[in-house]
């Protein structure tokens, strides 16, 4: 149960096949990148003498040689600990110490970002494209490791956004099941089908290179290590076919970018890893017609709890579809869900509670974390800290991470539904809701905009769309809301940002 066999099988029966995308060309095939993997493979076990289990970092912007190095790793029998580009070489020191990796590959700048912050467990720091990195290819090509399907394949680390980033240990029976699962329920591949990786290899757009890889697709890289929306657009027209994962404001972008494409290139577009607003939605269907998939998911489970599936988002007709479009879709069908009370037990539907889901697509625990696995998997639930509610037919709808749900008077009342009324205003471009302390009330309704909008405009609407009780007490109008590098709204962050505010008034 070795993920680097669906690579070696491709490069012996589909050698001649473009595996590898860089921009608008083919930067290598499948027999090139099977051998290269197997040849990196040989290295890391010969020459510097690593040892099955082993962690091998990747601090990386996105790069066709992500490929290559997670499935020589992966070839080696080692555990590959995917780092994202974008942070500080503080972080990703950390992180290195944290793993316990004994060897980080690591992108040009990035070496020298990380240098001063390695931790003394690091043996090498090889920068990608550099001449060392280039000598390991050179190995004769090793026979890929016999992995157990419960061995490590991938340290999944966390953003992070309070406290220290965790590692979600996902195996490669994990993450088998969730290729299945993406391929299965999500987004047929066909061989030769691209996929555009536009959002970070370190996260969710990387989880689904492996079912592109066991299907012969071409996983494609743009030239720009940052996200450029008229890149994006023209990539499409370059390789007809193409899915890509993006992230709800990433979407955004691309349906307010004048560049055009033909929407008819576009396979699938799966959104993911935060809310996507109803009228985003509709905005980019609106552009591209119906060619989006919706997931719902986490670094623990990795992109499969639940999803929304291309079919039902382009059913316009189905009396109940912007319900439905709303929701975050149904249960995968390899993992089960349910939403619990305060004890685990299940809730009936229509009721509010957290979110918990089992199955082989779960990790067993976080990495050296034994008291957080304990937290997050008690009664064998992994538990998502979101809060939400099935309606009759299945459909899960997210309501707020349990953390950020506002207690205003004894009353419950979610930000996600607020900044739903208020982004229906045209001048509101960005909205997030957050909970204020108060004496009275114990917390009060706080809305931050971004946008030109007049608040007794917004109050009305609020007024026409929810309770009175959850309309905001304030609005706060500011140029840009926090966020992590996934695009994030940071709620922490902002909640800190309103505190100061208030102090300093």
């Known amino acids: 149960m070795n993920l680097a066999l669906w690579l070696e099988r491709a490069g012996l029966s589909h050698g001649d096949r473009p595996a590898l995308g860089c921009g608008a060309r083919v930067f290598r095939r499948y027999g090139e990148v099977a051998g290269r993997a197997a040849r990196l493979a040989a290295s890391l076990r010969q020459k510097f003498g690593l040892q099955p289990g082993d962690r091998v970092a990747i ?24 780092a994202n580009a974008k942070l500080h070489g503080r972080e990703l020191g950390y992180i290195l ?28 720091l090889i920068t990608i494209g550099g001449r060392e990195y280039e000598t390991l290819f050179a190995a004769d090509p090793a026979a890929a490791w016999r992995c157990r399907g419960d061995d490590l394949a991938w340290l999944f680390y966390t953003s992070g956004t309070t406290g220290r980033p965790k590692g979600a240990m996902l195996t490669h029976r994990m993450l088998a099941a969730a290729s299945f699962a993406y391929a299965t329920e999500v987004d047929a591949i066909a061989p030769g089908n691209p996929l555009l990786h536009a959002a970070p290899m370190s996260h969710g757009s990387g989880l689904y290179m492996m079912a592109h890889v066991a299907r012969r697709g071409v996983n494609v890289v743009p030239e720009s290590s940052a996200f450029e929306a008229e890149e994006v657009l023209g990539l499409f027209d370059a390789w007809p076919g193409t899915s890509m994962f993006a992230a709800p404001t990433m979407v ?131 538990h998502t800290g979101d809060v939400g509610a099935f309606d009759a037919e299945g459909y899960l709808t997210l309501k707020d991470r349990s953390k950020d749900v506002i207690i205003s008077g004894g009353s419950n009342i979610y930000p ?46 609020c007024l026409n769309g929810i309770a009175r009780f ?13 966020k992590n590098n996934y695009g994030k709204i940071l709620k922490t962050e902002l909640r800190e940002l309103d505190a100061k505010n208030r102090q300093n008034a």
């Open 416 to 461: 996600r539904e607020v900044e739903e009324i208020l982004l229906e205003h045209a001048r509101v471009r960005e909205v997030s809701v957050i909970g204020r302390p108060d004496p009275d009330w114990g917390e009060v309704v706080v809305a931050y905009v971004v946008g030109e909008a007049d608040r007794n405009e917004l109050d009305a609407m």
């Open 59 to 82: 601090a990386a912007k996105n790069c066709p040689d992500y490929v290559e190095l997670m499935f020589g790793i992966w070839h080696a029998g080692l555990a590959a600990v995917p």
């Open 252 to 382: 955004k972008r691309l349906v307010e970018c004048p560049a055009q494409c033909d929407p008819a290139h576009i396979r699938t577009i799966i959104w993911g890893g935060a809310p996507m607003y109803v009228a985003d939605a509709l905005d980019a269907i609106e552009r591209f017609g119906p060619r989006f998939a919706q997931i719902y998911g986490q670094g623990e489970s990795p992109m499969t709890i639940t999803t929304l599936s291309k079919q039902e988002i382009a059913n316009r007709d189905h009396p109940r579809w912007a319900d439905r479009l709303a929701s975050a879709g149904r249960s995968y069908a390899c993992v089960e869900v349910i939403v619990a009370d305060a004890e685990d037990r299940a809730l009936p539907t229509g009721e509010t509670g957290e979110v918990l889901c089992r199955g082989d697509v779960v990790m067993p625990g976080y990495w050296a974390n034994p008291e957080a696995s304990a937290a997050t998997l008690r009664g064998g639930w992994l």
């Open 97 to 124: 110490q944290h793993s316990g990796a004994r060897v980080c590959f690591a992108s040009d700048g990035l070496d020298t970002e990380i240098a001063p912050h390695a931790p003394p467990t690091l043996e090498r």
């Open 470 to 482: 959850k309309r905001p007490k304030d609005y706060v109008f500011v140029s840009a809301l926090p």
